[in-house]
């Protein structure tokens, strides 16, 4: 009995050698990943100052996503994205001019970078920034949105630092998060943005425009569990031809995305699906974006 228990004793130490073997390998193979710095040359953009160019501006960051509450605040003075002792702790940052601001030294080229390539000045690859939804922004556009920003009253806001919980390393180890935690890895940080994009009823101008839409429905657009809800929360619709959308006319489309009351009489939760944002849409934006998921084959929900 005695050898029986002291071979099992060397097992089991050997089995915690080998995990705590593992998990440090993993927090220094993750952190390496974190602190990785990327040298990335871009060239400046025009910052407008008139009012039609700040009254676009802030339109676009409307539809765009970069005030919505769990993200910068409707005030851009930061809120919560993630506040979990596992995942991790993401709080983004305060973009106004205030105390806490994390772009009061910012130069143009440092907003290009955060925006476009999601690293921050010294070439750090920001967390959950949604970078890759913005890549290929227009400079017209880009240079639109900072303006707005840079021009907002300052609000003194000191946000606490963001930080990967244990399972957010696992996540970012095995490539398994939802969205990328790091957009820094997977942009092309060689390929040139547009100089402006004309707006036009097309799919082409659609596909332009449903990135933030991928935050949700998924990166084909077939709805399924949303990422950082809680479980049980309601899925993302969808949005393919494969979905309820495959039944509905333009007419209808745009009429759910303006009032939040489709087709079949369901009342969709603005907290949820937050369909005011295209009150803020055009009328060739909401037929561009119906175009292009139009255009997408059938698939079924995630």
């Not at 676009?60 to 994205?81: K, P, Y």
């Not at 305060?94 to 772009?103: C, D, F, I, K, P």
């Not at 991928?214 to 479980?231: M, N, R, V």
Request: proline share 9%.
């Amino acid at each position: 009995m005695k050898k029986v228990l002291k071979w099992t004793g060397i097992v089991l130490a050997g089995l915690i050698g080998v995990i705590v073997l593992v998990a440090l390998a993993g927090y220094f193979v993750s952190n390496r990943r974190l602190n990785m710095r990327y040298d990335i040359a871009v060239e400046p953009v025009s910052i407008p100052s008139d009012a039609a160019s700040l009254a676009e501006g802030r339109r676009l960051t409307v539809i765009r996503g970069c005030g919505a509450g769990d993200c910068h605040a409707s005030d851009f003075s930061g809120g919560v994205l993630l506040d979990d002792p596992l995942i991790g702790h993401i709080y983004p940052p305060n973009l106004t001019l205030g105390a806490g601001s994390a772009t009061a030294g910012y130069s143009i080229g440092d907003w290009v970078r955060s925006v476009r390539h999601g690293v921050d000045p010294e070439g750090r690859a920001l967390l959950l920034m949604p970078s890759s939804k913005f890549a290929g922004l227009s400079d017209e556009e880009l240079g639109w949105i900072v303006a707005y920003i840079q021009s907002l009253p300052p609000i003194d806001h000191i946000q606490p630092e963001s930080r990967l919980g244990p399972l957010g390393r696992v996540l970012l180890l095995t490539d398994q998060a939802p969205l990328p935690i790091l957009s820094a890895e997977v942009i092309d940080h060689n390929a040139t943005a547009p100089k402006t994009v004309t707006p036009e009823v097309s799919a082409d101008f659609g596909k332009y425009l449903v990135g933030v839409c991928q935050d949700c429905h998924g990166q084909d657009l077939a709805g399924g569990p949303i990422p950082g809800e809680a479980p049980g929360s309601p899925p993302a619709a969808n949005l393919t031809p494969g979905g309820n959308l495959g039944n509905w006319t333009y007419e209808q489309f745009a009429t759910t995305m303006r009032t939040g009351l489709t087709p079949e009489n369901k009342v969709l939760d603005p907290l949820v699906m937050p369909w005011p944002v295209a009150l803020e849409m055009t009328d060739v934006e909401l037929e561009a974006i119906w175009l292009y998921l139009s255009s997408l084959p059938p698939a079924p929900a995630n």
